[in-house]
């Protein structure tokens, strides 16, 4: 044996152990989270919205048995239960659903879970399929439905805002263009081709910012959530967005209750009890304590903006502090949906 040959054999050889160890670091990192922390480790660090659905959770809390045959109508049947429930909301893929049933090779019947990330650059769902998925097979309806190949495994599949209309009605925008990861058997979508493909070359390499990083771990083992940064929490659900009467009541209600603070990053989920949990991020632990008492003030009087009483909708089981984190547990009034209507503004206990 030549001594290049040798050479050769140890640099592979030493290939082979740094890939198996960054695997194992992975497997190390993952064995202890919720799968909604795994999920977000995957998203961008600019991420100003997360939008979470554990569909496998979903399917399992209302009985649906569903796989890659089954019809377009029963996915349809399941998504009403879902949404009767209110654990679809979150969710970029509902209208898109049949259509990507029929063609697409994955759907909110098959997959395990879908993370809808949004940046000021841009924005991408990202997919977790089954262990036992065949992406090839995605890849090959994706190629059958109009997509063109990439030159690389990690690329992004062509489609653009022609080719979906051609595939069938109600495809969102989020499925123009799409990669595939198969080492960690995941599905990306966004309606940005370069956008997606700098997604792709960075996935899991760097982390959300810590205060959005403890909501999502507080979140549990959330089956529905939407996860803010802490600006995008200060605008998205401002009383801004009421009208003036609202607002001048917003602002005395404030007032009455004590003193708020601005969130560092703020989370609201469905949790497999039933029950809705409101993780709010704070400077320090001083913050915290003071908010814990008037943000659940605020969540047990009226709701301007959202109309009558936040009491219509939930009452406040607990609301704790824990360091720098304020927990609100909410129980749901029968046929209320907290989730999908509080998580858009104006929401009075969310201000800043």
Same mark, same amino acid.
């Given at each position: 044996?030549?001594?290049?040959?040798?050479?050769?054999?140890?640099?592979?050889?030493?290939?082979?152990?740094?890939?198996?160890?960054?695997?194992?670091?992975?497997?190390?990192?993952?064995?202890?989270?919720?799968?909604?922390?795994?999920?977000?480790?995957?998203?961008?660090?600019?991420?100003?919205?997360?939008?979470?659905?554990?569909?496998?959770?979903?399917?399992?809390?209302?009985?649906?048995?569903?796989?890659?045959?089954?019809?377009?109508?029963?996915?349809?049947?399941?998504?009403?239960?879902?949404?009767?429930?209110?654990?679809?909301?979150?969710?970029?893929?509902?209208?898109?659903?049949?259509? =990507?049933? @029929?063609?697409?090779?994955?759907?909110?019947? $098959?997959? +395990?879970?879908?993370?809808? %990330?949004? *940046? #000021? /650059?841009?924005?991408?769902?990202?997919?977790?399929?089954?262990?036992?998925?065949?992406?090839?097979?995605?890849?090959?309806?994706?190629?059958?439905?109009?997509?063109?190949?990439?030159?690389?495994?990690?690329?992004?599949?062509?489609?653009?805002?022609?080719?979906?209309?051609?595939?069938?009605?109600?495809?969102?925008?989020?499925?123009?263009?799409?990669?595939?990861?198969?080492?960690?058997?995941?599905?990306?979508?966004?309606?940005?081709?370069?956008?997606?493909?700098?997604?792709?070359?960075?996935?899991?390499?760097?982390?959300?910012?810590?205060?959005?990083?403890?909501?999502?771990?507080?979140?549990?083992?959330? =089956?529905? @959530?939407?996860?803010?940064?802490?600006?995008? $929490?200060? +605008?998205?659900?401002?009383? %801004?967005? *009421? #009208? /003036?009467?609202?607002?001048?009541?917003?602002?005395?209600?404030?007032?009455?209750?004590?003193?708020?603070?601005?969130?560092?990053?703020?989370?609201?989920?469905?949790?497999?009890?039933?029950?809705?949990?409101?993780?709010?991020?704070?400077?320090?632990?001083?913050?915290?304590?003071?908010?814990?008492?008037?943000?659940?003030?605020?969540?047990?009087?009226?709701?301007?903006?959202?109309?009558?009483?936040?009491?219509?909708?939930?009452?406040?089981?607990?609301?704790?502090?824990?360091?720098?984190?304020?927990?609100?547990?909410?129980?749901?009034?029968?046929?209320?949906?907290?989730?999908?209507?509080?998580?858009?503004?104006?929401?009075?206990?969310?201000?800043?």
């Amino acid at each position: 044996m030549s001594k290049r040959t040798t050479v050769a054999m140890v640099v592979v050889a030493a290939l082979v152990v740094v890939a198996a160890s960054l695997v194992g670091v992975r497997l190390w990192r993952d064995h202890d989270r919720t799968p909604l922390e795994r999920a977000a480790s995957y998203a961008p660090a600019d991420a100003q919205r997360l939008s979470w659905t554990d569909w496998a959770a979903v399917r399992d809390r209302v009985g649906a048995h569903l796989d890659e045959d089954s019809s377009p109508g029963k996915v349809e049947d399941f998504l009403d239960e879902g949404y009767d429930d209110d654990l679809t909301a979150a969710s970029a893929l509902v209208q898109s659903a049949r259509v =990507l049933q @029929a063609h697409f090779g994955f759907s909110p019947a $098959t997959v +395990s879970w879908e993370l809808f %990330s949004q *940046a #000021d /650059d841009g924005a991408v769902v990202i997919l977790k399929l089954p262990d036992d998925a065949d992406l090839d097979h995605v890849g090959d309806q994706l190629e059958a439905s109009g997509f063109t190949r990439p030159d690389r495994d990690d690329g992004v599949w062509q489609g653009g805002d022609t080719l979906l209309p051609e595939i069938g009605a109600d495809l969102t925008p989020e499925l123009q263009y799409v990669a595939i990861d198969a080492g960690d058997g995941l599905v990306l979508t966004s309606d940005k081709a370069d956008y997606l493909q700098g997604v792709v070359d960075h996935l899991g390499d760097t982390d959300l910012p810590d205060p959005m990083q403890e909501v999502v771990s507080a979140s549990g083992d959330a =089956l529905s @959530a939407s996860v803010y940064a802490g600006d995008y $929490t200060c +605008s998205a659900l401002a009383m %801004s967005h *009421a #009208d /003036d009467d609202d607002q001048a009541t917003g602002e005395r209600l404030v007032a009455e209750a004590g003193e708020v603070n601005p969130v560092t990053a703020f989370a609201m989920s469905m949790q497999p009890g039933g029950h809705v949990l409101v993780a709010m991020g704070f400077e320090d632990d001083d913050q915290a304590r003071t908010n814990a008492d008037t943000r659940a003030t605020l969540a047990a009087g009226p709701a301007p903006g959202q109309g009558g009483d936040f009491t219509d909708r939930f009452t406040v089981a607990s609301a704790t502090a824990d360091g720098d984190l304020v927990r609100l547990d909410l129980v749901p009034v029968e046929g209320a949906y907290v989730l999908s209507d509080l998580s858009s503004g104006p929401v009075l206990f969310a201000t800043c």
